[in-house]
């Protein structure tokens, strides 16, 4: 994290609390839209329900230039390692909404098909629930997030990241040793996780 | 240094000034402040190139492209400065007739090199 | 009507046919299939609207697979039902119906019910190594993930704390 004298406490907290509100302030998300609550956060982002006041208005569609993956709608398993290479190629400081109950639990989509939620391959900050949310709730999920960011201090590690690309290099190996493709091996990982009563792979 | 110059030294010192500081809000901004406070993570897959999330399909963005392209450009460039040369032509022609010859020859010339560049197919995009 | 023009065609094609409501259904034999559509194809059913396939495990020729035609004319529609067992090929209707590439794709996909002559069958809606075929009646729902069968039920607050609180 670089050469910051930590030991002096109001100096980290001051500065804590004004890089967590520069970026709590001007989250740029990138709408993951697959279903239905793209549709509810394209009213959440027009002139009604406004998110731009929450700073939120550059919607980038590309990891890169983004910083809050707004999961938006279904996950099906054929796109669960999709959603994970996105997520990796994001830059830090990043996090995670999962907006509507398809992208929180697999929502009403109890299936071979569908993943039972994102937070099963990626870490997520904030769930939303709805199906599809108000926009309303959409907003308050993001002031939810902006909350959390504001409790955030630059020198804690971030633990879940780490397990994340852990579990992505785990996911290559596998890929690599059994020549099956990024769908079945995660496939696989995420089953496996669930007979060892965990849910996630990360 | 003459007397007269002299008189503008305070203004090559609010220069120096200028970019001084400039230079110093740049490097503090770009170099000094984001190594001590961005988040430094670089990872193997963070780093490939994007392609929405599937595995790459070609070895990279470098491949061949057809010569339309250029030749489009190129006749672009040169009709675009032969506008730029009709400009100021157009303005005063009216007051200086004994213009329109010379300027109906230049034109000519480049007439010539439009037709040839029609009938060898340059303008043929489907090609 | 065009059943009876098939009956003069081809007699003994179709082996068995009922209405319901105002649709007609005929059962066809699977080898006899290309003919018969060929037949009703120029009494003016052009146009395919879908295939599609029924699993009933108990019945010896366990799959049924299902045609509808429409007849753009006189908006007349027509469904063929073909019944084979498992492992049994068809031949696809590719040739004469662009539509049927996708739909019989999805029905290997999701039955594996293999067609002959199709200029590219593989998985469409499953990834491309996906085991199983996932819309016979064996096939659990839940995909065999211990996740849904066991009424886990977990709350997510532990989680959601555990992120960078």
């Known amino acids: ?202 | 240094m003459t007397p007269a110059a002299v008189s503008f030294l305070p203004i090559l010192l609010l220069f120096l000034l200028a970019l001084g500081v400039g230079a110093a809000i740049l490097v503090i901004s770009g170099w000094v402040l984001p190594g001590l406070l961005k988040p430094n993570n670089p990872q193997k897959t963070k780093l490939t190139p994007y392609e929405c999330g599937v595995p790459l399909r070609q070895d990279g963005a470098r491949h061949r492209y057809s010569v339309k392209f250029y030749l489009v450009a190129m006749l672009f460039i040169l009709f675009d400065v032969e506008a730029a040369f009709l400009l100021p032509w157009a303005v005063q022609f009216k007051t200086h007739l004994g213009t329109f010859w010379a300027m109906l020859s230049f034109v000519a010339t480049l007439l010539v090199g439009y037709i040839y560049a029609w009938g060898k197919g340059a303008l043929d995009w489907e090609r | 009507m065009v059943i009876e023009q098939i009956e003069a065609q081809l007699p003994g094609a179709i082996l068995d046919r009922h209405d319901f409501r105002g649709d007609t259904t005929i059962v066809v034999d699977g080898a006899r299939l290309l003919e018969v559509v060929d037949c009703i194809f120029r009494e003016g059913f052009q146009m395919l609207l879908d295939v599609t396939a029924v699993d009933l495990e108990t019945r010896e020729l366990r799959f049924d697979v299902v045609y509808h035609l429409l007849n753009l004319v006189s908006q007349d529609r027509l469904r063929i039902k073909v019944q084979v067992g498992e492992g049994v090929a068809l031949p696809s209707l590719t040739s004469r119906f662009k539509s049927a590439n996708w739909s019989e794709r999805e029905v290997f996909d999701l039955f594996g019910i293999p067609f002959t002559d199709h200029p590219g069958l593989e998985r469409l809606l499953m990834w491309p190594d996906f085991p199983g075929h996932p819309l016979r009646k064996d096939y659990p729902l839940d995909g065999g993930d211990p996740f849904c069968n066991q009424d886990i039920g977990a709350s997510y607050a532990p989680l959601a704390r555990s992120l960078n609180a």
């Not at chain 1, 050469?3 to 709590?24: E, H, P, Q």
């Not at chain 1, 569908?114 to 870490?123: F, H, S």
């Not at chain 1, 971030?158 to 059994?178: D, G, P, T, V």
């Open chain 1, 1 to 202: 994290m670089g050469a910051i004298d930590l030991d002096d406490a109001v100096l980290t907290t001051r500065l804590d609390a004004v890089i967590n509100w520069g970026r709590k302030n001007s989250l740029w998300p990138m709408p993951f839209g697959t279903a239905c609550c793209a549709i509810e956060f394209m009213s959440v982002m027009a002139s009604r329900y406004d998110m731009s006041r929450f700073g939120a208005e550059a919607m980038r569609f590309s990891p890169r230039q983004s910083d809050m993956l707004m999961i938006l709608g279904t996950i099906t398993n054929k796109q669960a390692p999709v959603l994970r290479q996105i997520y990796a190629q994001m830059a830090e400081p990043k996090w995670v909404v999962a907006v509507g109950v398809c992208a929180s639990s697999g929502g009403m989509y109890r299936t071979y098909a569908t993943l039972q939620g994102a937070d099963r391959v990626i870490p997520v900050d904030v769930y939303v629930p709805g199906c599809p949310p108000r926009p309303e709730t959409m907003l308050y999920g993001v002031m939810e997030l902006q909350k959390k960011i504001s409790r955030e201090s630059l020198s804690a590690r971030k633990e879940h990241i780490e397990r994340f690309y852990a579990s992505m290099a785990r996911q290559e190996e596998l890929q690599e040793a059994k020549g099956l493709s990024s769908q079945q091996v995660v496939r696989e990982m995420v089953v496996a996780a669930g007979e060892q009563g965990g849910q996630q792979i990360w």
